[in-house]
């Protein structure tokens, strides 16, 4: 197991370098970053003197090697709007309300998908299954804006029973929640649905209730573990798009996460705060993908084994 863990972490830094060497090649391609800097009047002294504190003049080996070593101490650079602070601290800062909303997602989508899951299957070709399946459709059909706009005309401006938008308390969690966990928790009864259908005719599941289990047991210990991997999967990856991609989400309930802060340095071409999301983005993805390494093998001890 440990040998494993070790091997994953050894690609997952490979694939971080070949990645900062993709942001870092970017960062070149996207325009003049002192024009940028400097805007529109300022002298050709003012422009050399700036490109050489920025170290544009020397090879590209040697920029590179600047900025690998400037990125492990953390500095990204500063942001070319507003107070022009480092770029990392300001995704640092948004960053947490993003975990917030994606793990308070994750757990209503498992505790809503889960269970309609397992029934579902369990009562194939019935009403209740058809009614699962008509829900998981209608979940990922609807798009989120449209949604979201929706449950905040209900419980906030009809029930008044939560805000509108914002942060800074458990009800203004709700509905952003909600909305991204209706999204995955359809996607999770489906998948569940499907891998527990094979699960409920495999062999193993058929031993188990000749050895005169119960119908719970066989269903809830041993048919749902071995459909959990596909689960896995999805929400591994699902979940850092849950932190990084929610734009749409969070820019209608004026949430404070790095979806939006992305979106803001987009319009603002601030370069440097756009590198500081990507890079934030890649290790959050690359560290979900551990996860769900470290899950397979646990789940299947097959894989530890490899």
């Known amino acids: ?152 005309f209900l419980f906030s401006v009809r029930l008044g029973w939560l805000p509108t938008s914002g942060s800074g308390s458990w009800q203004h969690l709700v509905l952003p929640a909600l909305t991204m966990a209706l999204f995955t928790a359809a996607a999770v009864t489906r998948l569940v649905r499907v891998s527990m259908i094979d699960a409920l005719s495999s062999d193993y599941v058929r031993l188990a209730r000749l050895k005169g289990l119960s119908e719970a047991r066989v269903v809830w210990h041993h048919a749902l573990r071995n459909s959990l991997i596909p689960v896995v999967t999805y929400l591994g990856a699902f979940f850092a798009t849950m932190i990084t991609g929610a734009v749409v989400i969070e820019t209608v309930f004026a949430w404070p996460g790095i979806g939006r802060l992305a979106y803001e340095a987009i319009l603002n071409r601030d370069f440097p705060v756009m590198q500081a999301v990507v890079l934030t983005i890649t290790v959050l993805f690359m560290l979900a993908n551990l996860g769900v390494d470290i899950a397979y093998a646990w789940l299947d001890p097959r894989i530890r084994r490899q």
Request: glycine fraction near 10%; charge should be neutral; proline fraction near 5%.
């Open 1 to 152: 197991m440990t040998s494993y863990i070790l091997r994953r972490i050894g690609e997952m830094l490979t694939a971080l370098v070949l990645m900062s060497m993709i942001i870092f090649a970017l960062g070149r391609m996207t325009g003049d970053p002192v024009a940028l800097l400097l805007g529109d009047y300022a002298t050709e002294q003012d422009r050399i003197e700036l490109v050489r504190q920025l170290g544009l003049d020397r090879p590209l080996p040697q920029q590179y090697a600047v900025f690998a070593a400037a990125a492990l101490r953390g500095d990204l650079g500063r942001s070319v709007s507003g107070d022009q602070r480092p770029a990392l601290s300001i995704v640092l800062e948004r960053l947490p309300a993003s975990l917030q909303l994606a793990t308070v997602a994750l757990l209503l989508s498992l505790l809503i998908g889960l269970p309609l899951g397992v029934l579902a299957a369990v009562c194939r070709g019935t009403a209740v299954d058809a009614g699962a399946r008509l829900a998981a459709l209608l979940g990922q059909s609807v798009p989120a804006f449209w949604l979201g706009i929706v449950l905040m």
